[in-house]
């Protein structure tokens, strides 16, 4: 995929349409974890909706047929072909090197931000982009996997949201094959890697890949959001959460081949969606130096990274390199997905 050049403060326009309003938004997060009031449950508070927090999804109700219909319609074979395909997606090559891990200067000091740390890394490799509809349709296709938001009956309420259909049945990722694929869980994200050869990569190793070389700066670019009045990543502009004016050319995600890449030759590494980790989620660090990091050995939750489209500094600034945030390892949403890492090239079957 080629880079775009760097356009204007407004580029190009969403392809999703009106500016995402405050329903659309409940929409969202009722796919990570409310019932609708239909199905027994009150409408989302806006804790969380941006799909920061860790959701504490409510077992809904609905019948087994209702969630295999749903199911065969998320999974059933794609107009592409279903072998694997000769060439992985692009990765690139992460030095080894020692950098400064979370911040002494934390914005959010709940989500174990602090404290900055020495972590020392092995070389490895990352996808350069999120890991694209296109692509794990590729997956669905010569796997037959069923991924488990569309097997879930807690989904229902949010009528059927799953990763072919983001915003309901009435929704397709027809004409977004490379957009990021959304509604992945965990479990999902591990699945796809192990299928392609790769795995999730540690939190230590994303947030050395996001700062593509930089040391004690805020973004993978720098301290300033906008040098220059240029957008560098996919974020929310407006008034949170009422109106995205999409000033960066999107109200909802962009490809994954937007806006320019980091230091590295990463795309996307903030905004756009959040990334799994394979970490569970600890708040607690050692200020000692590290060598490959892994977190701890067991958790509830498993880390996030990146922040999305939906992130704004007044209610969710974890757009940063250092911001982290959770989710239990089977919930998803519309504004999380993934990329894989590498310790060597994955070889085509």
Request: net charge neutral; charged share 20%; glycine share 12%.
């Amino acid at each position: 995929m080629a880079a775009p050049a760097l356009g204007p403060a407004r580029g190009r326009r969403a392809r999703l349409g009106p500016v995402v309003s405050l329903p659309l938004l409940l929409l969202i997060c009722g796919a990570a974890g409310s019932e609708e009031a239909g199905a027994g449950g009150g409408a989302a508070s806006l804790t969380g909706s941006c799909g920061c927090g860790s959701a504490q999804r409510p077992g809904a109700q609905g019948s087994v047929a209702a969630v295999h219909r749903y199911s065969r319609e998320a999974n059933t074979l794609g107009p592409g072909s279903g072998e694997r395909p000769l060439t992985p997606a692009k990765m690139v090559l992460i030095p080894a090197g020692v950098f400064t891990m979370g911040t002494d200067d934390p914005q959010i000091k709940q989500d174990g931000e602090a404290p900055a740390r020495r972590v020392a890394v092995d070389a490895f490799y990352m996808d350069a982009y999120e890991v694209s509809n296109a692509e794990f349709e590729k997956f669905v296709n010569s796997t037959g996997y069923l991924t488990e938001v569309a097997a879930a009956p807690w989904w229902l309420p949010v009528k059927g949201a799953n990763w072919r259909h983001p915003e309901g049945p009435d929704s397709t990722v027809q004409h977004r094959p490379d957009h990021p694929v959304l509604h992945v869980s965990w479990n999902d994200a591990v699945a796809y890697c192990t299928w392609a050869g790769k795995r999730l990569p540690t939190e230590a190793e994303w947030e050395y890949s996001c700062r593509g070389g930089l040391q004690n700066r805020l973004f993978p670019w720098g301290n300033k959001l906008q040098p220059k009045d240029q957008h560098y990543a996919n974020l929310w502009q407006g008034e949170f959460p009422m109106t995205n004016t999409g000033e960066d050319g999107f109200q909802g995600t962009a490809p994954v081949d937007a806006f320019p890449p980091n230091g590295y030759g990463l795309y996307n590494i903030v905004g756009n969606v959040w990334e799994w980790t394979s970490d569970w989620w600890t708040i607690y660090h050692s200020v000692e130096e590290t060598l490959n990091p892994k977190g701890p050995p067991s958790g509830k939750d498993r880390v996030k990274k990146g922040g999305s489209y939906m992130c704004h500094k007044s209610y969710c600034y974890r757009y940063r390199c250092a911001a982290r945030s959770q989710n239990t390892p089977d919930s998803s949403a519309s504004n999380l997905g993934f990329r894989c890492a590498a310790n060597h090239l994955p070889t085509a079957d």
